[in-house]
């Protein structure tokens, strides 16, 4: 069974602090792995990452993949109030049409002025 | 664009009820998704389509639950009867396909839905 385990599950920072929050997993034939910001409503798309070593980044949100070592981080630099929310981690894995897309439970972040 | 549209946003019922979920994609996007939030089992994926036919159904929980996209611009899922452990927070979701159905997916506000 697909597998995607994120930690922390929760974290309390201060605003300009840097945060790194961990994705790991255990999927047949993986295909790409997905970051989400979820506030109190519904999911936003962050990144897609599919290959090893190559850096996502947007503004002060990066996020990197090593299919190796079977993981995923999502850093924020520079926290700001505004970065709290949930952040969700999802793998797909399978194989043409049958592939399927497994979330992690999530890492509630906090950011404090 | 007003991006993915959900109604109803709420919807409590009671247990035995028949309950219509709908779902208006962005307009010429070729993937819509359903999805179930939970506290218990976080978010799931229940089924998607392209281009109006479903692809995988897999992740629908029994055969309460049925979808369908009868045309580009709507979707249902229908929950039949319905029970109290269906209670959760339903999403629509919908992508432009670009070499991966789940790049750039765009979610609509969700539907929630207690059934008593």
Same mark, same amino acid.
């Given at each position: 069974e697909d597998k995607v385990v994120q930690s922390p599950l929760s974290l309390v920072v201060h605003e300009g602090d840097t945060v790194t929050l961990n994705c790991s997993y255990e999927v047949t034939n993986f295909r790409s792995l997905l970051w989400y910001k979820q506030e109190k409503k519904a999911p936003t798309f962050l990144f897609m990452l599919t290959s090893s070593g190559i850096e996502k980044k947007s503004g002060r949100l990066s996020s990197i993949l090593d299919k190796k070592e079977l993981f995923s981080i999502l850093n924020i630099t520079?926290?700001?109030?505004?970065?709290s929310a949930v952040y969700l981690c999802a793998v797909e894995g399978g194989t043409g049409a049958n592939s399927k897309l497994t979330f992690g439970k999530g890492i509630t972040l906090s950011v404090r002025p | 664009d007003a991006g993915v549209i959900q109604s109803p946003r709420h919807e409590v019922t009671e247990m035995g009820q028949e309950v219509t979920l709908r779902c208006k994609p962005i307009s010429g996007h070729d993937y819509l998704f359903w999805y179930r939030q939970t506290m218990m089992r976080g978010l799931e994926l229940l089924i998607y389509f392209n281009n109006n036919v479903p692809?995988?159904?897999?992740?629908?929980?029994?055969?309460?639950f049925s979808a369908k996209m009868p045309n580009a611009s709507f979707s249902t899922l229908k929950i039949q009867?319905?029970?109290?452990?269906?209670s959760a927070v339903y999403f629509c979701a919908s992508s432009l396909r670009?070499? @991966?159905?789940? @790049?750039e997916q765009f979610f609509g506000p969700g539907t929630r839905l207690t059934v008593l």
């Open positions: 520079a926290t700001q109030t505004g970065d | 692809i995988d159904d897999s992740g629908m929980p029994e055969d309460r009867p319905s029970e109290p452990r269906d670009g070499g @991966n159905r789940y @790049n």
